[in-house]
């Protein structure tokens, strides 16, 4: 029996590649250098794979920056702006389109499916003339050969690539991607020819566009481009790679039709009607299915008896031989190796698997599917299964109760949201186009290494609550002086909207390496929820009280949602979502009581990855949305109609969710809006009304570009023409830890003057 992993971290055990491209690009290494370490990198890899007995090793999963973008050199599909006269794509195109250079912006960068890595988005237009301009793929493959390691090369499918395209500039927006099928195809045949020619046996195409809700015209573009290539493919097989949900019916009956085609990968985690699928339409004889057992974006380690017993019943409608034990996407998405988790006990860790262990994980399956099972592997790894569903640091009884009592209740704050804005300004008495900000302020070197200090008792308490206080006290005064009408404490004691409030709960546990890639050299370490969540003590309230304390104006007491919470976490695969959901949403509630009962009245309850979660496939959406939206309602329900309860929101495509947005019945949302040529305001031109206060964010704060009073003033009227006086608030997009002072202080003072010109022209 084989084994298979559908791709594989990139960026090293510890970060390294990240270090050696953030070193190049600071010109503190050489282009020779930085390849040195990417190939120690793929070389050490593909040697990991090949000692633990990996049938099938990936090649060409490695990547600069984004694989997407590979695939956009591979056909040479760059934008013309970026002067690329032909050739084999090197470094100074590959990253000017990647991260912009001294003259021109970097392409845009997009969501990765439903997931937290960013991919480059191809532009594309009728004009465009694919050619094969880089040789990545094969140069690779061929890198593994002369170590001796048979590899196959993964590369992004036509059909994919395509449909994650944008028409570019100047192109029509309803220009019809798939048309540019009969263009690229050539490529990809040239491609899988030199592959071949290389010696290549195995290639693997990723069209994970195939788990979409897709039409008629998608599925006729996937049989045409796989038709066209059933020549090349002679004496190789093609595997075909799908993930992150189900294949809808209709596309796998197409699919398992086609017969360029070898083999089929599938999703059984996401998928959680893939089984059932394959049992009903069947599998074709000629073919083999690539079972995705191992979760490729979790860090769990596998219950190896159920994927057992899985792959057991899958073997029945496939046949002996034609199974391939696989994981469910690229490994990518998880953690890269457990090993280097120094600091967690050795309980957690056995519940844990992280790439390398995934790895393991998958020849161990193959193996026992043969009657060659590790024994003591196997026995290990039930008592780690057994040990995390009965451990009391999972299971509090309290918890689970107080979470089942939500059930069947709507939770909504009695008065109606007008009625509760008048009851608030009362108190408030804001101006028209109140002023305020997202809740972070630059973060400084100074105040990272107070943190850090404090954290590795290397500064005493007592010093540290007076250097945060002082910075706090910094902060206040500031929007004092610059005269903001809401005011925020700056968020210094945080490194991070998740991890703060993660610290200190009970039930997530934090990892030291445990990186993800976002993108490029961007990772993330998401925190570990193991277990069921509750709230030993108050968590910002003593920070917010002190900051109020400061000042006679309202101080936003400031709190990250629970589905935010959970979006950016590692989640617990032993319990829906949603039920993990509530419970933090419990939690958050407890918080913005107390926070209310020490007095401050405005809290701002961040859902920045609300939209981020939202499923794939358009039927499972409303379900997502609705407990989504009851967890935050569940922590703003219990307050008094005189506590504003705002809320934040990122990312710029809300169009399709609205009326969630509407339904969470906060008083003021404040939303990222000016980087998406306010497409935002397009919803409520378009008729949806919005009673609640609003605040679409006046400028970009991911740039340090410092707006003037004008450009403000005129948003702001742009914003007037479709949404009402009495709502409108004034703000950024977003926090300001990633801006300097000397970036933040002119545009808040342009922000404010740009809202008194407004209220005089009113
Ligand atoms: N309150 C957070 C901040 O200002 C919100 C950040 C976010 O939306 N990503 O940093
Ligand atoms: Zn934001």
Same mark, same amino acid.
């Given at each position: 029996m084989a084994s298979h992993v559908v791709g594989y971290p990139r960026i090293a055990p510890k970060r390294e590649l990240k270090f050696a491209l953030e070193s190049f690009w600071d010109g503190k290494s050489s282009a020779a250098e930085l390849q040195n370490v990417a190939k120690d990198l793929r070389v050490a890899t593909w040697k990991q794979m090949a000692d633990a007995g990996l049938t099938y090793i990936p090649s060409n999963t490695f990547s600069y920056y984004d694989q997407v973008l590979d695939t956009t050199a591979m056909v040479g599909a760059v934008p013309p702006r970026y002067g690329w006269t032909g050739g084999e794509i090197g470094f100074d195109t590959y990253f000017s389109m990647a991260r912009g250079n001294a003259k021109l912006p970097a392409m845009e960068m997009t969501k990765w499916f439903d997931t937290n890595y960013h991919y480059i988005v191809p532009e594309l237009g009728p004009e465009i003339k694919f050619k094969y301009s880089s040789h990545k793929a094969v140069d690779e493959y061929k890198e593994a050969k002369k170590i001796g390691i048979e590899t196959v090369p993964v590369i992004i499918g036509p059909v994919s690539y395509l449909l994650l395209s944008k028409p570019a500039k100047g192109v029509p927006k309803t220009f019809d991607l798939l048309s540019l099928l009969d263009a690229i195809l050539p490529v990809y045949k040239e491609v899988l020819g030199e592959l071949k020619q290389a010696g290549a046996t195995w290639i693997q195409f990723d069209e994970p566009a195939l788990v979409m809700d897709l039409e008629a015209h998608h599925l006729d573009a996937f049989s045409k481009a796989y038709s066209f290539l059933e020549e090349v493919l002679v004496g190789i097989k093609l595997l075909v790679e799908t993930y992150f949900a189900d294949i809808p019916v209709e596309t796998y009956r197409t699919i398992i039709q086609l017969k360029a085609i070898s083999a089929i990968g599938l999703d059984l985690i996401r998928g959680t009607k893939t089984l059932s699928l394959v049992k009903t339409v069947g599998f074709p004889g000629d073919k083999y299915l690539f079972a995705g057992v191992i979760d490729g974006r979790n860090i769990w380690a596998n219950d190896l008896a159920a994927s057992f017993s899985i792959l057991k019943d899958l073997e029945t409608i496939v046949g002996k031989g034609k199974i391939v034990v696989s994981t469910s996407c690229s490994l990518l998405h998880t953690a890269v190796? #457990?090993?280097?988790? /120094?600091? #967690?006990?050795n309980e957690i860790k056995s519940w844990l698997a992280f790439a390398a262990q995934k790895v393991l994980e998958v020849v161990a399956l193959a193996k026992a599917l043969i009657g060659q099972a590790d024994q003591p592997y196997f026995a290990a790894n039930a008592a780690a299964i057994s040990s995390r569903k009965t451990s009391p640091r999972v299971n509090n009884e309290a918890v689970q109760k107080a979470a089942e009592a939500l059930k069947g209740s709507d939770h909504r704050r009695a008065t109606p949201v007008i009625a509760r804005l008048d009851e608030q300004q009362k108190k408030l008495n804001l101006p028209i186009l109140p002023t305020t900000t997202i809740g972070s302020f630059p973060q400084t070197v100074e105040l990272r290494r107070v943190r850090r200090e404090y954290k590795s008792n290397k500064i005493s308490e007592a010093d540290y609550i007076q250097s945060i206080q002082q910075e706090i006290a910094k902060v206040v005064k500031m929007q004092e002086d610059l005269d903001i009408d809401v005011l925020v404490h700056g968020e210094p004691e945080r490194n991070d909207m998740v991890e703060y409030f993660g610290e200190q709960l009970q039930g997530f546990a934090f990892t030291v390496n445990g990186w993800v890639q976002s993108y490029g050299s961007r990772c993330v370490k998401p925190p570990v929820i193991y277990g069921d969540v509750s709230r030993p003590?108050?968590? /910002?309230v003593f920070w917010s009280k002190y900051a109020q304390s400061l000042t006679a104006r309202p101080m936003k007491g400031m709190l990250t949602g629970p589905v935010t919470i959970l979006n950016w976490s590692f989640v617990r695969d032993d319990q829906p979502r949603s039920e993990t959901s509530m419970q933090i949403a419990l939690a958050i509630k407890e918080e913005v009581e107390d926070l209310e009962a020490s007095g401050i009245q405005v809290i701002q309850i961040d859902e920045a990855a609300l939209r981020e979660g939202l499923p794939l496939r358009k039927a499972e959406q409303a379900h997502y949305l609705e407990w989504a939206v009851h967890g935050f309602r569940i922590t703003n329900c219990g307050v008094k109609d005189t506590t504003q309860i705002h809320t934040h929101m990122c990312y710029s495509n809300f169009n399709d969710i609205i009326h969630s947005i509407i339904d969470m019945d906060a008083d003021v949302i404040t939303i990222e809006n000016s980087r998406s040529d306010e497409k935002l305001l397009r919803v409520f031109q378009e008729g949806v009304k919005y009673g609640a206060g609003i605040g679409p964010g006046v400028y970009d704060i991911h740039s340090p570009r410092i707006p003037d009073t004008e450009e403000i003033a005129d948003r702001i009227r742009k914003i007037l023409a479709v949404l009402e006086t009495n709502i409108l608030w004034v703000n950024p997009?977003?926090?300001? *830890?990633?801006? *300097?002072y000397n970036e933040v202080v002119p545009a808040l003072t342009n922000m404010v003057a740009s809202a008194k010109l407004l209220r005089t022209e009113l």
């Open positions: 190796d #457990l090993v280097n988790e /120094t600091k #967690l006990d003590k108050p968590m /910002t997009d977003c926090g300001l *830890k990633t801006r *300097k």
